[in-house]
């Protein structure tokens, strides 16, 4: 399974402070293990861990390291993730305006 579209999402929600791989790897794991489907929680921190250490190698890269060590964020300085946090804030969907309001009849006068 392919983890990557969860883990961008996960660290666009983090912002700057970004988060450490242990908790990517709980909100990975939450996303991605459903009824059907379930994987363990080491193959999912593993893939996780390994992810984030290729890469964040990479000064243009969409992933980088905050300074302190297992802690992860977006890297604001990529176009890439820029884009990113861009499409992930118009994937919300919008909540109606106006409540709806029930005016059909009732069945049972009391």
């Not at 399974?1 to 912002?15: P, Q, S």
């Not at 190698?57 to 964020?73: F, L, M």
């Not at 919008?94 to 006068?109: G, I, N, Y």
Request: hydrophobic residues 35%; aromatic residues 10%; proline residues 5%.
């Amino acid at each position: 399974m392919n983890y990557d579209k969860e883990i961008w999402r996960v660290l666009t929600e983090a912002g700057m402070n970004g988060l450490s791989v242990q908790k990517i790897a709980r909100h990975v794991f939450n996303a991605s293990n459903n009824f059907f489907e379930t994987v363990t929680f080491e193959e999912v921190h593993a893939y996780v861990q390994q992810y984030l250490l290729k890469n964040s190698k990479n000064p243009d890269s969409i992933i980088e390291s905050t300074g302190v060590r297992g802690i992860y964020r977006m890297n604001p300085a990529s176009q890439e993730s820029q884009q990113l946090m861009l499409l992930f804030r118009d994937e919300e969907p919008e909540e109606p305006a106006t409540p709806h309001e029930d005016k059909s009849l009732s069945l049972f006068d009391f």
